[in-house]
Every structure is written in structure tokens, then in C-alpha cells.
């Protein structure tokens, strides 16, 4: 198993998009955008995270992304719990053995919010909801945009012709 093929339209962004990969790209998404209708399956705190996100991504959203941002919703919501339960309880939990003495061992939510926090940083990586992941779809700006303008129309360097 190969790396994830990039997107075209996130090529386009980055600057990277060639000729040959111009040749294969799928069509353009057909999906319609995503509304604001909350899926009512939805526990009512992962119902306002949803809403909050939507809200973020406004724009880039399209129907075909509801599962995911539900899941992330739903992910979150259990990734908070399971750190409140952490600020609670302690990180370690102590049990007794058969044997006799007392023994510490990790708190179940440690492992619980370790596994959840790896499945969201993958959702937020391919939302763009992370700084790294915003940075390899910007496009560059220029700093002045008069001064693009102007060098598009009027080069400071006037070709000669040949021989002069």
C-alpha cells in the first residue's frame, strides 16, 4: 500500500500541479455544498461542535463530507470526556491483585485518549483544521498587491531587440 494520491485541487493550491497529472485528474466534485442541518443522530454536545466547525470551514464543505465532520464531532466529544475523567481520577488507577498487594496501573482513559487523539489529528489533517496542514494548501500571495499588478503590466525590465 502507496501513499494516498494528492488531490488535484490541492495541488493547484500548492503550485505543484503538472502537465501529466492535468491529463488524469477525475472531474471536478459534483457534490452539493453542505448545509447546516445537523444530522439528528448526533449527541447534543457533538450537535455544537459540528455547528462550530461547519461554521469554521464554511465554504469548503460539501455533502460528501458529512460522515467524516460527524465522526470528528463524535470523537471530540468522547476525547473530552475521556481528558475530564483524566482531571478527575489521575492518570493511574490502583488495583488490587489476587496475589495480594495493591497495584497502579494507567488509567483506561489514558489509552482511550491517546487512540482517539491520533484519529483526530488524521480528520483535522485532511480538513485543514491544524496549521500544517493550512500551510500546504495556501497559495502564495504577493505582499503588495498594486506592486503584482503593475510588474504584470508595466516590467521594470524593457526587452531590447535583438542586436542593439
Same mark, same amino acid.
Given at each position: 500500500?502507496? $501513499?494516498?494520491?494528492?488531490? !488535484?485541487?490541492?495541488?493547484?493550491? $500548492?503550485? !505543484?500541479?503538472?502537465?501529466?497529472?492535468?491529463?488524469?485528474?477525475?472531474?471536478? &466534485?459534483? @457534490?452539493?455544498?453542505?448545509?447546516?442541518?445537523?444530522?439528528? @443522530?448526533? *449527541?447534543?454536545?457533538?450537535?455544537?461542535?459540528? %455547528?462550530? %466547525? %461547519?461554521?469554521?470551514? *464554511?465554504?469548503?464543505?460539501?455533502?460528501?463530507?458529512? +460522515?467524516?465532520? &460527524?465522526?470528528? *464531532?463524535?470523537?471530540?466529544?468522547? @476525547? $473530552?470526556?475521556?481528558?475530564?475523567?483524566?482531571?478527575?481520577?489521575?492518570?493511574?488507577?490502583?488495583?488490587?491483585?489476587?496475589?495480594? #498487594? *495493591?497495584?497502579?496501573?494507567?488509567? #483506561?482513559?489514558?489509552?482511550?485518549?491517546?487512540?482517539?487523539?491520533?484519529?483526530?489529528?488524521?480528520?483535522?489533517?485532511? +480538513?485543514?483544521?491544524?496549521?500544517? &496542514?493550512?500551510?500546504?494548501?495556501?497559495? #502564495?500571495?504577493?505582499?503588495?498587491?498594486?506592486?503584482?499588478?503593475?510588474?504584470? +503590466?508595466?516590467? &521594470? %525590465?524593457?526587452?531590447?531587440?535583438?542586436?542593439?
Amino acid at each position: 500500500m502507496g $501513499r494516498r494520491p494528492i488531490p !488535484t485541487a490541492i495541488k493547484r493550491c $500548492r503550485g !505543484t500541479l503538472r502537465k501529466r497529472d492535468r491529463k488524469a485528474a477525475p472531474a471536478p &466534485s459534483t @457534490w452539493p455544498p453542505l448545509g447546516n442541518d445537523v444530522p439528528d @443522530w448526533l *449527541a447534543p454536545d457533538a450537535a455544537e461542535v459540528y %455547528v462550530r %466547525v %461547519v461554521k469554521l470551514l *464554511a465554504g469548503t464543505l460539501t455533502a460528501g463530507d458529512e +460522515f467524516a465532520l &460527524s465522526r470528528y *464531532a463524535s470523537l471530540l466529544c468522547h @476525547w $473530552r470526556r475521556a481528558h475530564q475523567t483524566l482531571a478527575d481520577e489521575g492518570p493511574t488507577l490502583t488495583v488490587k491483585t489476587m496475589s495480594g #498487594p *495493591a497495584v497502579e496501573k494507567q488509567h #483506561p482513559a489514558a489509552r482511550l485518549l491517546t487512540s482517539i487523539a491520533a484519529e483526530l489529528r488524521a480528520i483535522e489533517d485532511r +480538513f485543514g483544521m491544524n496549521a500544517a &496542514s493550512r500551510r500546504k494548501l495556501a497559495a #502564495p500571495e504577493p505582499a503588495d498587491p498594486t506592486a503584482a499588478a503593475e510588474s504584470k +503590466f508595466f516590467p &521594470s %525590465v524593457i526587452p531590447l531587440p535583438n542586436g542593439a
